[in-house]
DNA sequence: CGTTTGACTACGC
DNA sequence: CGCGTAGCCAAAC
């Protein structure tokens, strides 16, 4: 069964990979959770369930002033994972609007337009961000 | 210190 | 399409 053997790493990995979605484009919490390796051999159908809830765990305490752009990870259905009308959604639906991410009448975005193509991973090695490293 | 609570997702009906 | 469920545990109460 998956779980973060350091959670605080896996936090700051997910970070890390938020920062890198560019303007104007969004990923999803479990496109996200597939771009995090299992050190523990996890079977990867169960990644695909039980990671996504720890990167919603992140993204709930993502720490502030740091310039992460949270409002770009959404849930897989396209739409953002705040309940309709709360001032959180409001808030995120208007900073993805003001750069350009369009929504339909349902609330949900176009993946095949918006989609995140994901992290650039040399840069992330080269730069030893990947495998997790903590923020200090 | 015990209980509740999640910024999730795939799948079955 | 919508709705309910399992899987799973660190934090927040």
Do not use: C
């Not at 079977?43 to 709930?60: I, S």
């Amino acid at each position: 069964m998956f779980n973060p053997p350091n959670p605080k790493k896996f936090f700051a990995t997910v970070w890390n990979i938020v920062e890198q979605i560019p303007e104007g484009k969004v990923s999803t919490y479990g496109q996200i959770a597939t771009m995090i390796p299992a050190s523990d051999g996890t079977d990867p159908d169960q990644m695909k369930r039980l990671a996504p809830r720890w990167v919603g765990t992140a993204m709930r305490k993502t720490p502030k002033g740091q310039n992460i752009p949270w409002h770009r990870v959404i849930n897989s259905q396209g739409k953002v994972s705040f309940p309709e009308g709360s001032p959180q959604a409001e808030e995120q639906y208007r900073l993805l609007e003001m750069e350009g991410v369009e929504f339909d009448n349902k609330g949900k975005v176009d993946f095949d337009i918006v989609g995140w193509e994901g992290p650039n991973y040399e840069y992330l090695e080269s730069n030893d961000l990947f495998p997790p490293k903590p923020f200090t």
